[in-house]
């Protein structure tokens, strides 16, 4: 079986390489602000559309000329696949102006842009740049998307295909729901991911360098100094430290899940009204809409049936009777049926109910309710 992946190298461009990169961005974050500033004055755009305007407009600008017209047309082409999509795509938005201080580089080259040649990456305008080549591309790359950090450091992200054996087939089933103290809570333990809490081991070291910050900062009177600078960059160093610690705990148990499961069940759970609790710093350190992501994919990829059930009553609902309890207070960790009796922890009961509802075909506890697909206890339907 064959699959498309990204293979992700680290870049080392000289100071001439990256002053051309920047410049290379400041073209296409000036069409696509463009293009967001001709949307909102009500004009219809399209790709073809977008491409015959920047065509006018390289034949005007000599600045835009300097450019590379692949780079360019990449990057109108997302604008407009972003257009397409919030119209379509729930809860997605129109596309928004690129601020320079705050938007992170990306560029995107196709094939007729870009070659590799003496394990050097090339680019249109004698653009020459070193890999790091950590492992061997799988075979001939069909585009690249240039990136840099918030620490600086540049990446190349090369779209490949490769041959990949076909997961083993599997009949068993889980369920996973959402939480903070455990960020996944599993229908079996031996599939649940804890909360490792990698940015709180880094507490102390991050107040200190961060009162550090607050030393050298100088307010409006100027631009800040070196030593501030130092102090901001070991910050987002510590932050990506925690980030990249917590993705790769993400990997290995979304890994581990696909591996063993034909179906998975999960609680279909947005983060975001997290941002605006007293959980706010714990939730973003435990990454619940990354691992979430992470594990769609690999489920996906491996062929798993993958069933996104809405979180809805599931904390509230018997996963032995199907019984609507009381609503339960956050305090309350342990559930206890009020007509059957069975008790167990909240979460895991939530994770039974998830896995009941997806098995039943459905992807939601009202749902299951109303077509009378209800658990059996002791010969009779729940009610």
């Known amino acids: 079986m064959e699959e498309v992946v ?199 070291e991050l107040a200190k360098v961060q009162r550090r910050m607050a030393r050298r900062h100088s307010g409006k009177r100027g631009p800040q100094s070196r030593g501030y600078q130092r102090a901001a960059r070991q910050v987002a160093k510590l932050h990506k430290k925690a980030a990249r610690q917590t993705r790769h705990d993400s990997r290995v148990w979304a890994k581990h899940v696909v591996a063993e499961h034909g179906l998975i069940a999960v609680e279909d759970f947005r983060p975001r009204f997290l941002a605006k609790s007293t959980m706010a710093r714990k939730a973003a350190d435990a990454a619940i809409g990354a691992a979430l992501r992470e594990l769609i994919e690999r489920g996906v990829r491996a062929g798993r049936k993958v069933v996104l059930v809405q979180p809805a009553y599931t904390s509230m609902t018997c996963s032995h009777c199907f019984a609507r309890a009381k609503r339960l207070e956050l305090c309350e960790r342990t559930f206890r049926c009020p007509d059957c009796g069975f008790t167990t922890g909240r979460d895991r009961n939530a994770a039974r109910v998830i896995l009941v509802v997806a098995e039943r075909g459905h992807s939601s506890v009202e749902d299951v309710r109303q077509a009378g697909h209800l658990p059996r206890v002791g010969g009779s339907v729940a009610v």
């Open 6 to 204: 990204r293979y992700s190298y680290r870049l080392r461009p000289g100071a001439q390489a990256e002053r051309a990169l920047v410049a290379e961005w400041d073209r296409c974050r000036f069409l696509w602000n463009e293009a967001v500033h001709q949307q909102k004055s009500g004009a219809s755009l399209s790709f073809g559309k977008l491409g015959k305007l920047l065509t006018e407009a390289r034949g005007r600008t000599g600045w835009l000329r300097d450019g590379s017209q692949v780079a360019q047309q990449q990057m109108l082409r997302t604008y407009a696949q972003a257009l397409d999509d919030s119209f379509k795509v729930r809860g997605r938005g129109r596309p928004r102006f690129k601020s320079r201080k705050k938007t992170l580089l990306s560029l995107q080259y196709t094939v007729r842009g870009f070659s590799i040649r003496d394990g050097r990456l090339l680019l249109p305008k004698g653009v020459n740049i070193p890999v790091v080549w950590s492992r061997e591309l799988p075979s001939d790359p069909s585009s690249v998307r240039i990136t840099r950090d918030s620490l600086g450091h540049w990446y190349a992200s090369f779209v490949v295909r490769r041959e990949v054996e076909s997961a083993p087939v599997t009949q068993g089933g889980v369920g996973i729901d959402w939480g903070v103290s455990v960020t996944a809570t599993a229908t079996d333990t031996r599939f649940d991911l804890p909360f490792l809490g990698h940015r709180k081991r880094c507490a102390a």
